[in-house]
């Protein structure tokens, strides 16, 4: 907690800087603080009912084949036809290596809050009450959601902020009905990471337009697939709750 605490103030607060070069220092100081906070976190989570989501059993062959769809939502998520077209481009190569360590601190540390904390408490307050799982997965995707209000307080623009929060609710569901079904926090963190890695490469490293035409057909489709794959679980969970099972 002291050191998660110390992390906090210095970078986050007090912007003490590493590296000489603003945005290499942002990416590393960035994940320094998240990670520490994940590391407090993680403790509690384990510590306080979320044993099973850490030390999780070996993912079985059904969990790869079910997560399949959510990957598919993650992967698409990069902007590839846009950089082949030269409408978007990289432009800050040399720190993919940074830019990737931060987006593995945001991923990790919303994950054990999210999905982990956030989900072992909304289960046990729901628990023995009708539509549970959809209770849950509808209250932890919007405080997940709105958690990135915060970015406004950054000087985030507030159309895409607003955008984002849109796009969270639904991963953020898509990624509790994924830790309600498999019980697995890492698979969840791995979704997000790549996600997160694809989604914002272009905003932090380079320029132009990501989200061209091709990019926004592809989102669709397996937007819509995963959907299906969602809420068909969802609906099992909910009878596999409701018979006791």
């Known amino acids: 907690m002291a050191i998660s605490i110390a992390c906090l103030i210095t970078f986050e607060i007090a912007k003490v800087s590493i590296l000489e ?21 993680g403790w509690l989570l384990f ?20 997560i399949l769809p959510c990957l598919l939502v993650a992967f698409v998520n990069y902007p ?27 991923a ?14 909304a289960k046990d307050y729901f628990k023995n009450k009708r539509h549970a799982p959809l209770l ?16 406004l307080l950054g000087g985030a623009d507030i159309g895409y902020t607003l955008l984002q929060c849109i796009y969270t609710f639904l991963i953020g569901a898509m990624l509790t009905v994924t830790i309600l079904k498999l019980n ?8 997000h990471a790549i996600f997160d890695f694809g989604g914002m490469i272009i905003i932090h490293l380079g320029s132009g337009n990501a989200w061209d035409l091709t990019f926004w057909i ?14 068909y679980t969802l609906i099992k969970l909910e009878k596999n709750y409701v018979s006791g099972n």
């Open 21 to 41: 070069d603003p945005q290499a220092n942002n990416f590393l100081c960035g994940f320094i603080t998240r990670f520490s906070l994940s590391i407090l976190f």
């Open 47 to 66: 510590n306080y009912g979320g044993k099973s989501l850490i030390l999780c059993n070996k993912s079985s062959l059904h969990s790869m084949v079910w």
């Open 80 to 106: 590839y036809t846009a950089i082949m077209s030269g409408e978007a481009s990289i432009d800050q190569k040399n720190l993919i290596g940074l830019y990737a360590l931060y987006i593995l601190g945001i």
């Open 108 to 121: 990790l540390l919303e994950e054990v809050i999210f999905r982990g904390i956030l989900t072992v408490l």
């Open 136 to 151: 849950i997965t509808i209250i932890c995707s919007a405080l997940f959601s709105l958690f990135h209000l915060t970015n």
């Open 184 to 191: 697995n926090i890492w698979l969840c963190f791995v979704i």
């Open 218 to 231: 592809l989102t669709i489709v397996s937007g819509v697939l995963c959907a299906g794959h969602i809420i």
